[in-house]
């Protein structure tokens, strides 16, 4: 027990310097990329907001239906939470359902996201000059370059954003953006 007790003593006095890191970076060493969400696409929203949620306690700051036309003149519909922690800029993750047109489940290759692929969400605050050196880097599918997309919030009004989204050279998803508005909050 004597080997136990040393070890948890300094796990102890360890613990008010490990929240020091969570702290925000120095202005003088900011890079103009910050990580913002982890989006995971689910077959069932209801039941994955059970788990974040309800269990765990994140914080839903966002949840809307998204439409948007098809080529065929049908409606794409998907429903979005975001939800958050301890941070209300970074560390949020994003729950994404497709209503319409409902995806299928997991195969061995995708040419989208279907759910239990997670997205991660980087926003850049230069996402214009940075664009070039993403898409050239070795290995990297671009899926979409940046475009504007516009998404809804609750009041009335849009989020607008330059979304551009790629595979990364291990086949990950990464979405890179830049806010062009104020990001979504609790009352969105």
Same mark, same amino acid.
């Given at each position: 027990?004597?080997?136990?007790?040393?070890?948890?003593?300094?796990?102890?006095?360890?613990?008010?310097?490990?929240?020091?890191?969570?702290?925000?970076?120095?202005?003088?060493?900011?890079?103009?990329?910050?990580?913002?969400?982890?989006?995971?696409?689910?077959?069932?929203?209801?039941?994955?907001?059970?788990?974040?949620?309800?269990?765990?306690?994140?914080?839903?700051?966002?949840?809307?239906?998204?439409?948007?036309?098809?080529?065929?003149?049908?409606?794409?519909?998907?429903?979005?939470?975001?939800?958050?922690?301890?941070?209300?800029?970074?560390?949020?993750?994003?729950?994404?359902?497709?209503?319409?047109?409902?995806?299928?489940?997991?195969?061995?290759?995708?040419?989208?996201?279907?759910? @239990?692929?997670? =997205?991660? /969400? #980087?926003?850049?605050?230069?996402? *214009?000059?940075?664009?070039?050196? !993403?898409?050239?880097?070795?290995?990297?599918?671009?899926?979409?370059?940046?475009?504007?997309?516009?998404?809804?919030?609750?009041? @009335?009004?849009? =989020?607008? /954003? #330059?979304?551009?989204?790629?595979? *990364?050279?291990?086949?990950?998803? !990464?979405?890179?953006?830049?806010?062009?508005?104020?990001?979504?909050?609790?009352?969105?």
């Amino acid at each position: 027990m004597k080997l136990k007790l040393p070890l948890f003593l300094l796990l102890l006095c360890a613990m008010p310097s490990m929240s020091v890191l969570a702290e925000p970076v120095d202005a003088e060493q900011r890079i103009s990329v910050d990580i913002r969400r982890t989006t995971y696409i689910v077959t069932d929203i209801d039941n994955s907001l059970k788990l974040y949620r309800d269990a765990l306690g994140l914080k839903v700051i966002y949840d809307q239906m998204i439409n948007s036309p098809m080529e065929n003149g049908e409606t794409r519909k998907r429903r979005l939470v975001l939800m958050q922690a301890n941070d209300t800029f970074i560390g949020a993750l994003g729950l994404l359902q497709y209503i319409y047109p409902e995806k299928p489940q997991r195969q061995e290759k995708f040419d989208e996201p279907v759910p @239990g692929d997670p =997205i991660v /969400v #980087m926003n850049v605050s230069d996402l *214009d000059t940075r664009w070039q050196a !993403v898409a050239d880097s070795p290995k990297v599918n671009v899926i979409e370059a940046p475009h504007r997309v516009e998404y809804p919030r609750a009041g @009335g009004g849009k =989020i607008a /954003v #330059m979304v551009s989204m790629i595979r *990364d050279p291990d086949g990950y998803w !990464v979405e890179i953006n830049q806010l062009l508005d104020a990001p979504a909050k609790a009352s969105d």
